[in-house]
């Protein structure tokens, strides 16, 4: 099973990535809880390339990639913004209260809690942000 979307960098488009995910999960047979779960991770993924892949007032595009096999569901991410790697993003100290934490990180550091393997490359000026989850 093979499935792409393309989307532009505006939070407006986030619905068609949430129907993408869900589609993508009934036709990789994955039950509703883990496709909740894959569903916030990936529009924590997607929304930080939407919110900061591109500088203000640029039009970008975000391609998204699914595909399953041999029990594991692959989603690749890829745009032409500026380079990002989010593997080298330290995890945010969640012991602290709320009000003691630092601005950000949480997205990625949910998007690490939820999938099984992320991978980063910067190819041909695009990020490239690989997330597997095992699912069978």
């Known amino acids: 099973m093979k499935r792409h979307l393309t989307l532009h960098n505006d939070v407006s488009e986030i619905p068609q990535l949430a129907a993408f995910i869900d589609e993508t999960a009934e036709e990789a047979g994955i039950d509703m809880a883990v496709a909740m779960s894959l569903n916030l991770a990936m529009e924590e993924a997607v929304v930080n390339v939407m919110n900061y892949a591109y500088p203000a007032g640029t039009m970008g595009t975000i391609d998204i990639d699914a595909a399953c ?4 569901l692959t989603f690749v ?3 032409s913004g ?3 790697d989010p593997t080298q993003a330290e995890n945010p100290d969640v012991t602290l209260q709320a ?3 630092a601005i950000g990180g949480l997205g990625i550091f949910l998007v690490r809690q939820i999938m099984d393997h992320i991978e980063y490359q910067r190819l041909n000026e695009k990020n490239i942000l690989t997330l597997r989850k095992q699912i069978k």
């Open 82 to 84: 500026i380079p990002f």
């Open 77 to 79: 991410i890829c745009d």
């Open 99 to 101: 009000e003691d934490r």
């Open 69 to 72: 096999d041999d029990g594991k």
